[in-house]
């Protein structure tokens, strides 16, 4: 048999039956359908303030959003700008080097 809070069968079966004398077979009806309703209120007082967090915060993840597209935007810009350089660098530097090993092979 499964344990339920650490208790047996035989255990679960004395609770009940303690319970059934302590209220009655009229009261446990009642007394379910207040403890659904509490569960029920606390549930939606839980839904409401996630959703109401969800709501504030909501603002401030599309401004995070927005400032790091233009950040990595920004980053792409300057690193194209950079691989740029380079390369025209890097070709004038072989350009010079080759009119170099012309003067140095006609001389």
Do not use: Y
């Not at 792409?76 to 530097?93: G, L």
Request: glycine share 8%; proline share 1%; aromatic share 4%.
């Amino acid at each position: 048999m499964h344990t339920f809070l650490f208790l047996s069968g035989g255990e679960l079966m004395l609770v009940f039956l303690v319970f059934l004398l302590l209220f009655g077979a009229n009261k446990i009806p009642e007394m379910a359908k207040g403890l659904g309703k509490g569960l029920r209120e606390l549930k939606k007082a839980t839904d409401d303030i996630k959703r109401e967090l969800s709501e504030s915060t909501g603002g401030i993840t599309q401004e995070i959003t927005d400032t790091t597209s233009d950040i990595k935007r920004n980053i792409s810009e300057i690193t194209t700008n950079i691989t740029q350089d380079v390369q025209e660098q890097t070709a004038a530097v072989k350009e010079n080097v080759n009119e170099m090993t012309d003067n140095l092979n006609s001389n």
